[in-house]
């Protein structure tokens, strides 16, 4: 299947999951090469590389991966040609903790005023509209070094209660002026990094966005709105959506099924169609993941936890499908 201008090898992805093996200021390790390198070999299509923060008040965990200097470009480089050497798609996520973060020793800072539901974190103090501007301008630039140093492109964390989605939830985003309120005012910020990456990466090359599609909390983000908005996402530049959760993280309460986000997916691809749509949750049979693609439920199947613990995954998927046809 083609996405933008390139031809991905499979519909397997491998999305982005945390590994916390970066330097102390980010940078990546020889770790990081052995454990994408070996996944990539082993015949996964796309890896979309863990989340990388674009500013250090962005920081999410110790060990997170970084792009918030120019000096992470050598490292990055280094992990961008593994991956694509290996014959894989390299596919960069960019992102922005908010509220959520662990910061540089200042103010936690976020979308509003309150503070994220179920997590342990205080209020934090809002961006300004200028301060905002700035910060779509440090995706932008992130995105820019990402290229700069080979992947095919960047993804940009709009889920699991980072900044994007903080943005979009009404749970967490109280704001009383144009990016706050309404459903289109809430998306104002998303939409505006969205197109900052565009216009960065040209359109040589890939901008994914991950949606938190939903808050799983009546209260918030309700799946209608969550596809109303990935139809603006297509729009202001993004080739592919990576349908996650929201403020209920990669694995909300309950949710234990196989494919446990793919209603969710459903309900965006039929937004976005014919951009392509992406998700993960749970899938971990190579029968099912081809299942979902054979009938349109999805159009790439994210394999997560699967391959963390088989790296080897996609090859064995290979035979088993091909056994049962």
């Known amino acids: 299947m083609k996405v933008g201008p390139y031809e991905v090898p499979n519909r397997i992805m491998m999305p982005p999951m945390a590994t916390s093996l970066a330097t102390e200021e980010g940078a990546v390790t020889d770790a990081h090469l052995a454990h994408y390198g070996e996944r990539a070999e082993a015949r996964v299509g796309t890896i979309i590389v863990e989340h990388t923060f674009v500013r250090p008040d962005g920081r999410a965990s110790e060990g997170q991966l970084g792009i918030h200097d120019a000096s992470m470009k050598e490292g990055l480089a280094r992990l961008a040609d593994r991956i694509a050497g290996a014959g894989a798609m390299a596919i960069l996520q960019i992102t922005h903790a908010g509220g959520t973060g662990i910061g540089d020793g200042v103010k936690l800072r976020g979308a509003g005023s309150v503070a994220v539901p179920g997590r342990d974190y205080p209020a934090p103090e809002p961006f300004t509209p200028a301060e905002l501007d700035t910060l779509a301008a440090d995706f932008a630039r992130a995105a820019e070094w990402a290229v700069e140093a080979g992947v095919h492109g960047v993804e940009i964390h709009g889920a699991h209660a980072y900044l994007l989605n903080q943005f979009?939830?009404?749970?967490?985003?109280?704001?009383?002026?144009?990016?706050?309120?309404?459903?289109?005012?809430?998306?104002?910020?998303?939409?505006?990094?969205?197109?900052?990456?565009?216009?960065?990466?040209?359109?040589?090359?890939?901008?994914?966005?991950?949606?938190?599609?939903?808050?799983?909390?009546?209260?918030?983000?309700?799946?209608?709105?969550?596809?109303?908005?990935?139809?603006?996402?297509?729009?202001a530049g993004a080739?592919?959506?990576?349908?996650?959760?929201?403020?209920?993280?990669?694995?909300?309460?309950?949710?234990?099924?196989?494919?446990?986000?793919?209603?969710?997916?459903?309900?965006?691809?039929?937004?976005?169609?014919?951009?392509?749509?992406?998700?993960?949750?749970?899938?971990?049979?190579?029968?099912t993941a081809e299942e979902l693609v054979r009938r349109n439920h999805l159009d790439f199947v994210g394999i997560g936890r699967a391959l963390l613990m088989d790296p080897y995954w996609a090859l064995k998927a290979y035979d088993r499908v091909g056994d049962s046809r």
Not at 187 to 202: D, H, Q, W
Not at 261 to 269: G, H, I, K
């Open 168 to 235: 979009l939830s009404p749970l967490c985003n109280d704001r009383d002026d144009a990016y706050g309120g309404d459903l289109e005012g809430r998306a104002r910020f998303p939409l505006e990094v969205t197109r900052a990456v565009r216009a960065a990466v040209g359109p040589d090359r890939l901008v994914f966005y991950r949606l938190g599609a939903e808050d799983s909390d009546p209260a918030g983000l309700a799946l209608e709105e969550g596809a109303r908005a990935a139809s603006w996402l297509v729009e």
């Open 239 to 287: 080739d592919l959506l990576d349908v996650s959760g929201g403020l209920g993280g990669s694995r909300p309460a309950g949710m234990k099924r196989e494919g446990y986000f793919v209603s969710a997916a459903r309900a965006v691809r039929c937004a976005v169609h014919p951009a392509p749509v992406m998700a993960a949750g749970g899938i971990v049979n190579a029968c």
